[in-house]
C-alpha cells in the first residue's frame, strides 16, 4: 500500500482536526466499530442507524443494538459512540431518541442521507431531503424531547435527485436546533460515483453556524488535505476508507505529527485475527465467516496480496479456513 506523503508549507493541514467513523449499515457493528477504536486515532464513531417505523424504540433495543451505551456511550478503547436513528415521523423519532438516552446514549445523530431503495421507500433517509419541513420537524421534536446537555447532530446528502434544496435542507436542520452537520458531497442520485463535489460543502460551511463535518472520498492525508482546502472544514468523517484500510486514522494522526507511518502485514493479520475472535463472540459460524469475507472485499483496494487472492478466500469453507489462507498469502 502506497503511503500518502506528508505535506507541508501553504498546504498544511489547519489545526486542530477532527476525526470520524462514519456509520455505514450492514459492515459498522459493534465489532466493526471495537475493532477500528482498537487501532484507533478517531475522536468518535456513529453507529449504523437504529430504524424507525411504526413504534418508539425502547431502551432495551438500544442497549442490543448499540452496546457501548452500557459503557457511558464508549467503546472499550475508549472512544465515543453516537446513536444513529433513522425514519420520517417526528414524534416517534423523538421519543425513540429519548429512549436511546435513557438506554445510555450520550449523542443522537439522524439520517438523512441513507441512499437505499428499500430505505427510501418506507420514506427513511435521503428522500426526506426533498422535503425541507419534515427535516425541520424531525430535529425540532428530538431536539426538544432531550435534555440540552445532549448534543444532537444529522447528516444529509447534497440532495436527492438534484441539489436544489440544499440551502433549504441546511436551513431547515439549522433552525431546528442542530448543532452539528454531516455532509455527504454526492445526492441519492450519485449514489458512490466519484466525486464527491466538496465545494458544495464549502458552500455550506461558509453560510451555516452549525459545525459542518465533511464526508466523501477522504481516503488518506492527501485527500483530507485537498478536501479541506476546498471546504474549509476542520472535521471529518470517513467511511469507505477505513474499512479499506482500518490504519487510516491512526497513519493521518502520525502524519499530523510529522511521522509516516508504514504499512505492516502482521499488524493487519493481528488485526484479522482479533476481528475473527469478536465476531465469533457474537455471531454464529456462518455470519462470521460472511463478515470476514465482506471485509475482504473491502481491504483489496489497499491491499494487493488480498486483491490477487480475493477468489481464493472467499472460497473458504470456514473461518480457520480463511485464516490459515490469508496468513499463507502475506
Excluded at 457493528?29 to 484507533?40: A, F, I, P, Q
Excluded at 492525508?221 to 471546504?231: E, F, K, V, Y
Excluded at 505492516?264 to 455471531?283: E, G, M, P, R, T
Amino acid at each position: 500500500m502506497t503511503q500518502p506523503s506528508t505535506s507541508s508549507g501553504s498546504n498544511a493541514l489547519h489545526l486542530p482536526v477532527t476525526l470520524a467513523v462514519a456509520p455505514m449499515e450492514g459492515v459498522m457493528d459493534h465489532t466493526m466499530r471495537n475493532l477500528l477504536s482498537e487501532v484507533g486515532g478517531m475522536d468518535y464513531l456513529v453507529s449504523e442507524f437504529i430504524r424507525v417505523t411504526q413504534y418508539a424504540i425502547p431502551a432495551h433495543t438500544f442497549k442490543r443494538l448499540v452496546p457501548e451505551n452500557a459503557n457511558h456511550a464508549k467503546t472499550k478503547h475508549n472512544h465515543p459512540v453516537h446513536t444513529q436513528l433513522l425514519g420520517s415521523n417526528a414524534e416517534l423519532m423523538a421519543e425513540s431518541a429519548f429512549n436511546a438516552v435513557q438506554s445510555g446514549a450520550t449523542h443522537i445523530d439522524v439520517n438523512f442521507g441513507c441512499p437505499a431503495k428499500r430505505v427510501n421507500g418506507h420514506g427513511g433517509g435521503s428522500v426526506l431531503l426533498q422535503t425541507p419541513r419534515a427535516l425541520y420537524d424531525i430535529m425540532s421534536n428530538i431536539r426538544q424531547q432531550l435534555p440540552k446537555h445532549i448534543p444532537v447532530s444529522a447528516k444529509i446528502r447534497l440532495g436527492y435527485e438534484d441539489e436544489e434544496l440544499l440551502l433549504d435542507n441546511v436551513a431547515a436542520i439549522e433552525n431546528a436546533g442542530v448543532g452539528t452537520l454531516t455532509i455527504h458531497g454526492r445526492t441519492k442520485k450519485d449514489g458512490y460515483k466519484p466525486p464527491a463535489r466538496w465545494e458544495k460543502i464549502g458552500l455550506i460551511q461558509d453560510q451555516t453556524k452549525m459545525t459542518v463535518v465533511a464526508n466523501g472520498d477522504i481516503t488518506d492525508m492527501d485527500s483530507l488535505l485537498r478536501c479541506q482546502a476546498i471546504t474549509g472544514c476542520q472535521h471529518f468523517m470517513i467511511g469507505r476508507g477505513s474499512l479499506n484500510n482500518p490504519f487510516v486514522f491512526q497513519q493521518i494522526r502520525a502524519q499530523l505529527s510529522g511521522a509516516t507511518l508504514p504499512t505492516d502485514n502482521d499488524a493487519l493479520l493481528n488485526l484479522f485475527n482479533s476481528y475473527c475472535n469478536q465476531l465469533k463472540a457474537h455471531y454464529d459460524e456462518v455470519a462470521s465467516l460472511g463478515r470476514l469475507k465482506q471485509w475482504c472485499g473491502h481491504l483489496r483496494f489497499e491491499y494487493p496480496t488480498i486483491k490477487e487472492n480475493l477468489q481464493t478466500l472467499r472460497r473458504s469453507k470456514s473461518t480457520n479456513e480463511l485464516l490459515e489462507r490469508l496468513d499463507e498469502k502475506f
